[in-house]
Each structure stands twice: as C-alpha cells, then as structure tokens.
C-alpha cells in the first residue's frame, strides 16, 4: 500500500521536473501558469490571476482570515548545461534558482488543502512573477489580495545549496538586505598621455574615490571587510550584531579610449547592502558626499544614480514566536539560522504589507543559485511540504 509520504513525494518531484522543463522569464510565462492551472482547476478553489501570467488560489474553509503561501514562477536566461530527463526545452533559459521546487510545494499544499474537508484557516496560494526582475511581488501586494481574503500572516522558501539537504533554516528579524544598484559617473577632460596636465584625468580621479569610498565605508561599524586579515591598509570595526553588516562594492569600471591619451571619462558599476532602511541611507550618503569631494577638488563634473531594489527580507519576531513550535516540530530538519544573508529577495514586499516569514531550504550540494548546473535532489521538498503542512496545522497567528 502506498504511504502518505510517498504519493506526496511522487507529486512534488514530478511537479518540479515538469515545471523544469518548461522556464519562463519575467511576466510573460504562459506555459508555466497553463500546468499550474491544469491542478489548481481540478480543486475547490477560487482562482485570480494576478501580475500578467500570475495566479493566487483562495481556498475557503469558513474561517475569518486567511494565511498565505507565496511561489515565485519565473525561471533565468541561462543556458543549463546539466544532461537529465528533465533539462530545460527552451534554450538559452533555465530554472537556475530553484522557483521549479518552490511551486512544486505550494501547488503540491493545493492538492493537499483538496483533500482535507477542514482546516485551521482559510489559505491563499500566491504563484508570483517576475521575481527575478522586478515589480512581480510589490504588484501583487497593491492589487489588495490579501487584504480581499484578511491574511494574518504570509510564508515562503528558497532553495538554499549552502544549508544541509532537506534543512530548514531561517531567523527571526534580518534574513536578507535591501540592495540597490549603483551607477557613478566622473567626467574629465581627454588630452594626449604625454600632457596629462592639459586634460583633466578622470580615471585618476575616479581610482581616488573608490579608494576614500572604502575608506570612510571602513569606519563604520560592521562593514564588511575587502580582504582577508592581514592584505590590504584598511581597519574594520566588528559587527556588534549580524544585522550591522553592510556592503559598498563596486565591480566594474569603464575608463577611456586608448592607452595613450587622458581619460575623459570614467563609469563606475556597483551595489550596496543593508538591513535596514536608515543604514541604507547611510550607505548612499557616502556615495555621494565622497563624490562631491572629488568633483570639487579637481573640478569635474560627476553623476550619482541607483536602483530603488527590494526591501530588506525581515521576518516579524512575533510571528516567527507563533510558529517556532511548528519549526521545532521538524526535528532534525530545522535548525536556527546563525547570520542573516547578503542576497536579496522580493519576497520582502509581502513583509511590508502583512506580517511573514521567509524560510531557506537546503540542497545539501554547494551549487551556488543562478548556475548553469544548478540542481537538487527532490527529496529535499517534502520538508518544505511538511512545514507548510505543518502551517496549515497551527491554529494561532493572531499578533
């Protein structure tokens, strides 16, 4: 006779290979929303769509509130080099961050949620867009849907190659920062390299700004250090708490037109970190009142702008103390997150309207997330499953 775990372990994997085969970038994903409806359709639940090919599917259970569970849908322009029966048919796009697996359980909990006559809460299935550009999350938000089903509290996972194999982990507070995008440009004045004081050279100008910009990000409390102890010239005050770290880096610079004449121009390329939105402002304070010391001391003109990024991914402290039972339920397969991550997550939107928890799910294998041989074993998603189960299963979220 077969057992629970194994039809639902049959469901989850075939779900995640069928989903792999088929990735979809940004909003448009009519392949992927047709294989989510052909489930959710044969269920007792009410269907909207939402952000372009988007879906949330309410499931009535006569309660007054609802708790939701939110899958982001959209797969990468990565070509996968992985050979299996599952890879990817469209190439030059692959499901390199692991959203196959995180519909895999949330369509998986629908069927589920079909199969039950009661349930402690009402749920909402939320199967998101455009997470790895942007605007699928904060769109969904705005529409009102979770107000429309009076949600009390919203959940979701990622794939994590860095934890152990089917390891929940996560932490109240801080999981994830706000980043942005930055973009600087210094303008100079081009003159042959025999006569550089008849230009004005913006590569030398700009090579002095990364350098004070690390120097005065050095002072502040937690900023993360560029090298290893003991390389380099610049002294760093230790983060008191995980949370106090931040990020000023810049990885590209764009400089000149040939070996010989005075750079005209320089374009920097970078991103900065932090958990919170005040040390966030910190950060891009920096970035401009360093670029205005240049641009007065040697007389160029300069230009500052950044993306406005996500949100920092913060789980509600009060919520996470609601299901901290639930998490110790797992046994084995949860263990306390120690340090917040230095990635960013859309997710973090949800938390800005309703109270939630963002949870990692380890695949046990090291293959860093957007890789062109990004993969896991499906085993690891029934303990995904069984934590939303367990979710479902919790009767108290108010806060």
């Excluded at 290979?17 to 992927?32: A, G």
């Excluded at 629908?110 to 039950?116: A, I, M, R, T």
């Excluded at 932090?274 to 641009?295: R, W």
């Amino acid at each position: 006779m077969t057992n629970f775990n194994e039809i639902y372990q049959n469901k989850l994997t075939a779900h995640r290979r069928n989903l792999h085969m088929i990735p979809e970038i940004d909003r448009k994903l009519p392949k992927t929303r047709a294989y989510l409806l052909e489930t959710l359709e044969k269920l007792d639940c009410e269907i909207t769509s939402v952000c372009d090919d988007g879906l949330a599917a309410f499931f009535d259970f006569g309660r007054d509130h609802a708790i939701a569970f939110r899958a982001d849908m959209d797969a990468l322009p990565v070509e996968e080099e992985v050979e299996s029966e599952y890879k990817s048919t469209h190439p030059g796009f692959m499901h390199a961050c692991g959203h196959d697996g995180h519909m895999s359980m949330v369509l998986t909990l629908g069927e589920y949620l079909g199969s039950l006559e009661e349930c402690a809460h009402n749920v909402l299935l939320i199967f998101q867009p455009a997470e790895e550009t942007l605007g699928g999350a904060e769109e969904i938000c705005k529409t009102g849907v979770l107000d429309k089903y009076n949600v009390q509290a919203v959940f979701g996972t990622h794939m994590w190659p860095f934890a152990d194999a089917g390891v929940v982990t996560t932490r109240p507070g801080a999981l994830m920062p706000r980043s942005a995008e930055i973009n600087i440009d210094i303008n100079g004045n081009a003159a042959h390299g025999t006569s550089p004081y008849e230009g004005l050279d913006a590569l030398f100008i700009a090579t002095e700004y990364v350098q004070n910009l690390y120097k005065e990000h050095a002072k502040r409390v937690g900023a993360v250090q560029r090298f290893k102890d003991g390389i380099g010239h610049l002294e760093y005050i230790p983060a008191e708490t995980p949370d106090q770290r931040t990020i000023i880096h810049i990885g590209k610079m764009t400089s000149g037109y040939a070996r010989n004449i005075v750079s005209d121009y320089t374009h920097l390329l970078g991103t900065i970190r932090a958990y919170d939105d005040e040390t966030f402002a910190e950060l891009v304070d920096i970035l401009t009142s360093q670029l205005a010391i240049v641009k007065e001391k040697y007389g160029c003109e300069t230009a500052f702008s950044r993306s406005e990024g996500y949100p920092p991914v913060y789980n509600e402290p009060a919520l996470f103390d609601k299901i901290k039972p639930v998490l110790d339920g797992q046994g084995d397969k949860y263990e306390f997150l120690q340090m917040p991550l230095m990635i960013s997550e859309d997710f973090s939107f949800y938390g800005r309207y309703k109270p939630a928890v963002f949870f990692l799910l380890g695949t046990g294998t090291g293959i860093s997330l957007h890789s062109t041989n990004f993969d896991f074993d499906e085993t690891v998603l029934m303990s995904g499953f069984n934590l939303y189960k367990g979710l479902l299963e919790h009767t108290d979220f108010t806060l």
